[in-house]
């Protein structure tokens, strides 16, 4: 394995390498710490890196299956192997490395930023967020777009809006 532990997390000039159980979190604070863009409109999103790159996770324009440059994956039959970004492919909410694999560790292709621009950047991206996201605990970010609508609108159909469950909606 690449990287040793599953939640480990080195940067290497623009290059970030992480374990697939690392905190998407850590991962994007670890990027901004170096002074790297690619990821940092990524931080409010609650995720593991191998579950963001399984589902090619986005926010504010940034996708993160965009900067991987290599995956290292378990396949199915068990075999350990790497797959490299051009035989990564992936869309809205899904990619490739979630079809029966299990992502332990990644690396991803950052750029240098200006210090000032990426805070602003990440300042706006948390205000936004902050207006659009309910501050309790939501399942409603869980489920998977299905093809040609909108998870919403079709739970919105069946009446479920606003449904809760042991406190949670
Ligand atoms: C409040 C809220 C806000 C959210 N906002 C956003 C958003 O802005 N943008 C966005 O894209 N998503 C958003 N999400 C969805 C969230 O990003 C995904 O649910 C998340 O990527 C799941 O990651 P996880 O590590 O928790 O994986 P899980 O929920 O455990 O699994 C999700 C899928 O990923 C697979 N998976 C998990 N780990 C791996 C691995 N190591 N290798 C391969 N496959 C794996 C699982 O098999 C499963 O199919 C939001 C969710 C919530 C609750």
Not at 17 to 30: D, E, K, S, T, Y
Not at 53 to 73: H, R, T
Request: hydrophobic share 40%; proline share 4%.
């Amino acid at each position: 394995m690449l990287v040793d532990r599953l939640a480990d997390i080195e940067v290497d000039g623009a290059r970030l390498r992480a374990g697939g159980g690392a905190q998407l979190a850590r991962v994007v604070r670890a990027a901004l710490d170096a002074g790297f863009a690619g990821v940092e409109c990524l931080g409010g999103i609650p995720s593991t890196l191998g579950g963001a790159l399984a589902m090619n996770a986005g926010a504010y324009g940034q996708e993160i299956v965009d900067v991987l440059s290599w995956a290292e994956v378990v396949e199915e039959d068990g075999t350990l192997r790497r797959l490299e970004r051009w035989e990564v492919h992936g869309g809205y909410r899904w990619s490739v490395l979630g079809k029966g694999r299990v992502v332990t560790s990644a690396e991803l292709s950052l750029r240098a930023e200006d210090p000032e621009v990426l805070t602003a950047r990440v300042h706006q991206v948390r205000e936004k967020r902050r207006g659009v996201l309910p501050p309790e605990p939501s399942a409603g970010r869980r489920l998977p777009q299905p093809a040609g609508d909108f998870a919403g609108r079709l739970l919105e159909l069946a009446g479920c809006k606003g449904l809760s469950s042991g406190g949670r909606k």
